[in-house]
T-cell receptor, first 116, second 115 residues
Framework: AQKVTQAQTEISVVEKEDVTLDCVYE???????LFWYKQPPSGELVFLIR??????QNEISGRYSWNFQKSTSSFNFTITASQVVDSAVYFC?????????????FGKGTMLLVSP | DAGITQSPRYKITETGRQVTLMCHQTWSHSYMFWYRQDLGHGLRLIYYSAAADITDKGEVPDGYVVSRSKTENFPLTLESATRSQTSVYFC??????????????FGPGTRLTVL
């Protein structure tokens, strides 16, 4: 069985602050994929990033960066110089080879509130 | 338009009534999924389908029925709605198959209220 834990239920920051959203996962599979999705106030789910278990390189995309560490089973997401438009619920998710990569296990999400 | 659509977007019904939520995708993706989103629970998988006429239970299937007679459609039916089924329902699709893995694409969601 797999599990994703997002221990931070809600984070509040002021614009331009850096913020890190934590994600810890559990799986017995050695081959798996990790994801981050964003859900803005409008409600849709937006894919942000996919990372496979063999690629531990950090990823940077503009103000977003992701830190994948297999040793701690973590896949943390950092927003640099946060903006009000970053306010959303962020979900971390896991898909494993054992499930045929066909299903996603989601964390409960972290609500990020960025105030001006 | 291409993509994944859900209908209706909003639905209010009464306890005991049957409700069907529709999902349609235009990508010919093999896999389709139904999730429900509830405060404090994140997204939980209800049912999924690997292909037409192939469906399987997810984490919270009780009270729901699915079918998939055509690749592009994956309706979700609540045979006798209960208040605990008040939720936001998301449909998703995924290409599947061999080779590189692709992410799931989500529909806009259906907000269902059971009175």
């Amino acid at each position: 069985a797999q599990k994703v834990t997002q221990a931070q239920t809600e984070i509040s920051v002021v614009e331009k602050e850096d913020v890190t959203l934590d994600c810890v996962y559990e799986t017995r599979d050695t081959t798996y994929y990790l994801f981050w999705y964003k859900q803005p106030p409008s409600g849709e789910l937006v894919f942000l990033i996919r990372r496979n278990s063999f690629d531990e390189q950090n990823e940077i995309s503009g103000r977003y960066s992701w830190n994948f560490q297999k040793s701690t089973s973590s896949f943390n997401f950092t927003i640099t110089a946060s903006q009000v438009v970053d306010s959303a619920v962020y979900f971390c998710a896991l898909s494993t080879r054992g499930s045929g990569y066909s299903t996603l296990t989601f964390g409960k999400g972290t609500m990020l509130l960025v105030s001006p | 338009d291409a993509g994944i659509t859900q209908s209706p977007r909003y639905k209010i019904t009464e306890t005991g009534r049957q409700v069907t939520l529709m999902c349609h995708q235009t990508w010919s993706h093999s896999y389709m999924f139904w999730y429900r989103q509830d405060l404090g629970h994140g997204l939980r998988l209800i049912y999924y389908s690997a292909a037409a006429d192939i469906t399987d239970k997810g984490e919270v299937p009780d009270g729901y029925v699915v079918s998939r007679s055509k690749t592009e459609n994956f309706p979700l039916t609540l045979e006798s709605a209960t208040r605990s089924q008040t939720s936001v329902y998301f449909c998703a699709s995924f290409r599947g198959g061999g080779g590189s893995y692709n992410e799931q694409f989500f529909g806009p969601g259906t907000r269902l209220t059971v009175l």
